[in-house]
């Protein structure tokens, strides 16, 4: 699949338009957004068009923060993670776009990797989340990335939903994103459950839902990632660092 085919919804919403360190939004959110070493941190607005902040981005991918954009932060990760990171934006983008209240309160997690200007692959934890709407209306996402050095990387590809609605987002997130080999926390917290013996109904006592919702959750992994027996999800999920 072509680069072109991929963030088609995402795309139409963001530019390649970089931070202004001049302006009075950059001052604002440089003196109120907690910075720490080995990260970095950017918002982009969708009411200006572009980046207002950015910070972190050379120590940790080698871009000076003036050269940083939302379209190139997308388009730098690695090739067996661009389509899975283009779809989750492209998902979560649209639950939230039918979404009017408490939109700060959403946001999502998932393990990446970008590729730094030298070339090399850096392993990232990456949060997204709202950080300002409008009129019910999608203002600003702030995001965050941490170096991982010693993040074990294995064949899955993990993410997490977290909101006011986080039934339906995580489930929409894991209905569209099924075809690729990727684990939401939701079906993590119940395998991990499952990897100690624990049977689906005690599984669903532990996290205090029906037994038929674990059900959903632990066999569709099975088709996923190529398995056949509960056994062998779980030795898979040790093998690729998933538990």
């Known amino acids: 699949m072509m680069d072109n085919d991929l963030g088609v919804f995402s795309k139409k919403l963001i530019t390649d338009v970089s931070v202004d360190k001049n302006s009075e939004k950059f001052k604002e959110y440089d003196n109120k957004i907690p910075f720490?070493?080995?990260?970095?941190?950017?918002?982009?607005?969708?009411?200006?068009?572009?980046?207002?902040?950015a910070k972190g981005w050379l120590d940790l991918l080698g871009y000076e923060d003036t050269d940083v954009n939302m379209l190139n932060l997308v388009e730098i990760t690695s090739p067996r993670y661009k389509q899975f990171s283009f779809?989750?934006?492209?998902?979560?983008?649209?639950?939230l776009s039918q979404k009017a209240e408490n939109l700060e309160a959403y946001s999502f997690t998932l393990e990446t990797e970008k590729v730094h200007k030298n070339g090399t692959v850096i392993p990232l934890f990456w949060k997204v989340g709202v950080y300002k709407s409008i009129n019910g209306k999608i203002a600003e996402i702030i995001g965050i990335a941490h170096k991982m050095d010693s993040l074990k990387r294995g064949k899955v590809m993990q993410y997490a939903a977290y909101g006011p609605e986080i039934a339906d987002f995580e489930g929409m997130l894991?209905?569209?994103l099924f075809n690729y080999v990727a684990i939401s926390r939701k079906e993590k917290e119940a395998l991990?459950?499952?990897?100690?013996?624990?049977?689906?109904k005690e599984i669903a006592h532990e996290l205090m839902v029906s037994q038929s919702a674990i059900e959903k959750r632990i066999i569709?992994?099975?088709?996923?990632?190529?398995?056949k027996s509960l056994p062998h999800l779980v030795s898979f999920a040790y093998e690729n660092h998933v538990l």
């Open 192 to 200: 991990k459950l499952a990897a100690k013996g624990l049977s689906f």
């Open 220 to 227: 569709p992994m099975y088709k996923r990632f190529g398995v």
């Open 174 to 176: 894991n209905k569209e």
């Open 36 to 53: 720490f070493g080995n990260q970095a941190t950017y918002v982009y607005s969708f009411v200006e068009g572009r980046m207002v902040y």
């Open 87 to 95: 779809e989750i934006n492209d998902k979560a983008l649209m639950f």
